[in-house]
């Protein structure tokens, strides 16, 4: 180990250590922001929020995607799986003792009540449905799942169905599309978009659920041919970056709990 006087900051030290940064950094760990979200959220002017995203993306803590709603705009992601790297190599950097390491999400404690989630997307035949299914799969009935779409499809995308099989060993064949419509009288605790068209559009709830969005791109839109063989590595990315917010939400749901 270097000595105190030679050591190098580790750069998300240095980088989460500006009050802004840090605030902008906890804005993004809970949802997809635009920046002038983002402004309104931190009291800042949009001129020093672009320049400090700036930093953030250029150390690839944050990453940004043109919106599928306004191409104009674009939604910021917090990289939660870098976060986590960098915070366990900036451990390092201190003590070989103090690297840390990720908990693994903990379900034997018993939480006051199962949470109800609904995640949403425009058609709900690929991207809500495989995070029903992979936080359903990881959770089992300690969360009341459930997905539906403002403008549902007659059926699921075939590649969203072979994708869960095949990587997850999760069958959803026999489901169906629902309409965001037949969910407005049920209750929710986290009502999470995966679309950024159906954010636009998404219906009121008299609960006042916690409103998240994860901008994730329309896999389905690569190709009009459903059995496209070429559009299949759309579909396994999408659900490779599903799963991995899904891991970062279980804390979240479950962290109110008794022993």
Known sequence: MASPGQAVLPTFVRLAAHEVRWRLLGELA???LRVRELVTLVGEPQSLVSYHLRL???????????????????????DLERCADALAAAGAALH??????????????RASAAPSVLFMCTGNS????????????????RAE??????HPKARLHPHAVRVLRQRYGIDIADRRPRHLDTMTSR??????????????????????PQR????IPDPGAISS???????????????????TRIRYLQPILFREVQP
């Open 56 to 78: 953030l993306r250029s150390a690839g803590l944050v990453n940004a995607r043109r919106s599928s709603f306004d191409g104009r705009d674009s939604y910021y992601h917090l």
């Open 187 to 208: 209750r929710f605790d986290y009502v999470i978009s995966l679309c950024d068209k159906v954010r636009e559009v998404c219906p009121g709830f008299d609960d006042h």
């Open 96 to 109: 070989p003792a103090l690297r840390l390491l990720p908990p693994e999400p903990t379900l034997t404690a």
């Open 126 to 141: 690929a991207r809500s449905p495989i995070a029903e299914a992979l936080l359903r799969h990881r959770v089992g009935s």
């Open 225 to 243: 041919d459903d059995t496209a063989r070429d559009s299949y590595p759309a579909f396994d990315r999408t659900a490779s970056e599903i799963d």
């Open 145 to 150: 799942v459930t997905s539906a779409g403002s």
């Open 30 to 32: 809970r949802s997809d």
């Open 212 to 215: 998240l969005h994860w901008s």
